[in-house]
DNA sequence: ATGACGATTTACT
DNA sequence: GTAAATCGTCATA
């Protein structure tokens, strides 16, 4: 449907976190491919109080200056070495809130392109996690700082569909923000098997397999 | 100029 | 479960 307007970005990040569960993320690339998913998975980076943000305390460097621009801004940063996230700046201008995108329902027309750039077969690995689906999409360097109200290259689209069942849990990844860590500040859709990591609490099938094997030699 | 570290992923024990 | 990969960023000097 409709790509979304700046008002839908322009409010509190742990406002549109959750409103972003089930819209479309589009990707067209330079020669005209499209490649999109539904967005199930994502997290609210609250801005200067949040020890876990870039923008903690106030912080303004090059890399993070997208997160102080107005709402509907892409900020795309590079980490670990090897990988990209990408989060959509939100609040008003100034202010640097911004959502992470973390993992992606991949639509199905996308999937063999997808499977080559990420180099894997499993449909569920190609975008559940904030550096998968950058790779998946290929999100880089090069999409810090779009307008994904007017950007070509990427944008957000509403979707029509059946309610999603969205669940709360702690960020992923940050255990070293204090009190921050422990925030509920994550949201996914709880029927989707894209998801990066399994919610507080339970345990993945793998993890599930294993203890009752355990269980039954212990 | 330098050193510690990361909003991760992957492979391996 | 643990560890390696790998390099830009940021604080300190």
């Not at 409010?11 to 479309?24: C, K, Q, W, Y």
């Not at 999937?111 to 975008?127: D, K, N, P, T």
Request: charged letters at 25%; one cysteine or more; aromatic letters at 6%.
């Amino acid at each position: 449907m409709g790509r979304l307007k700046r008002s839908f970005f322009a409010r509190e990040s742990v406002d549109l976190a959750p409103a972003l569960i089930g819209t479309r993320l589009v990707r067209r690339l330079d020669d005209g491919t499209l490649l999109s998913g539904i967005i199930v998975e994502v997290e609210a980076y609250i801005g200067v109080k949040d020890r876990a943000s870039h923008a903690f305390g106030g912080r303004r460097t090059a890399r993070n200056q997208a997160m102080y621009d107005e709402a509907g801004t892409a900020y795309v940063y590079f980490t670990y070495g090897m990988h990209y996230c990408m989060n959509i700046v939100c609040a008003e201008r100034g202010v640097p809130q911004a959502v992470l995108l973390r993992a992606l329902e991949p639509d199905p027309a996308s999937h063999a392109i997808m499977r080559r750039y990420r180099g894997v077969e499993s449909e569920r690995l190609l975008c559940s996690g904030p550096g998968r689906l950058c790779q998946a999409m290929a999100i880089d360097r090069a999409l810090n700082g779009i307008d994904l109200c007017t950007s070509e290259q990427a944008w957000v689209e509403s979707v029509q569909s059946p309610a999603r069942e969205v669940v709360r849990s702690k960020r992923i990844g940050i255990d070293s923000a204090g009190v921050w860590a422990k925030r509920l500040l994550r949201w996914s859709e709880k029927a989707s098997r894209h998801v990066s990591k399994p919610v507080d609490g339970k345990r993945s099938v793998r993890a599930a397999i294993r203890g009752s094997k355990n269980r039954k030699t212990a």
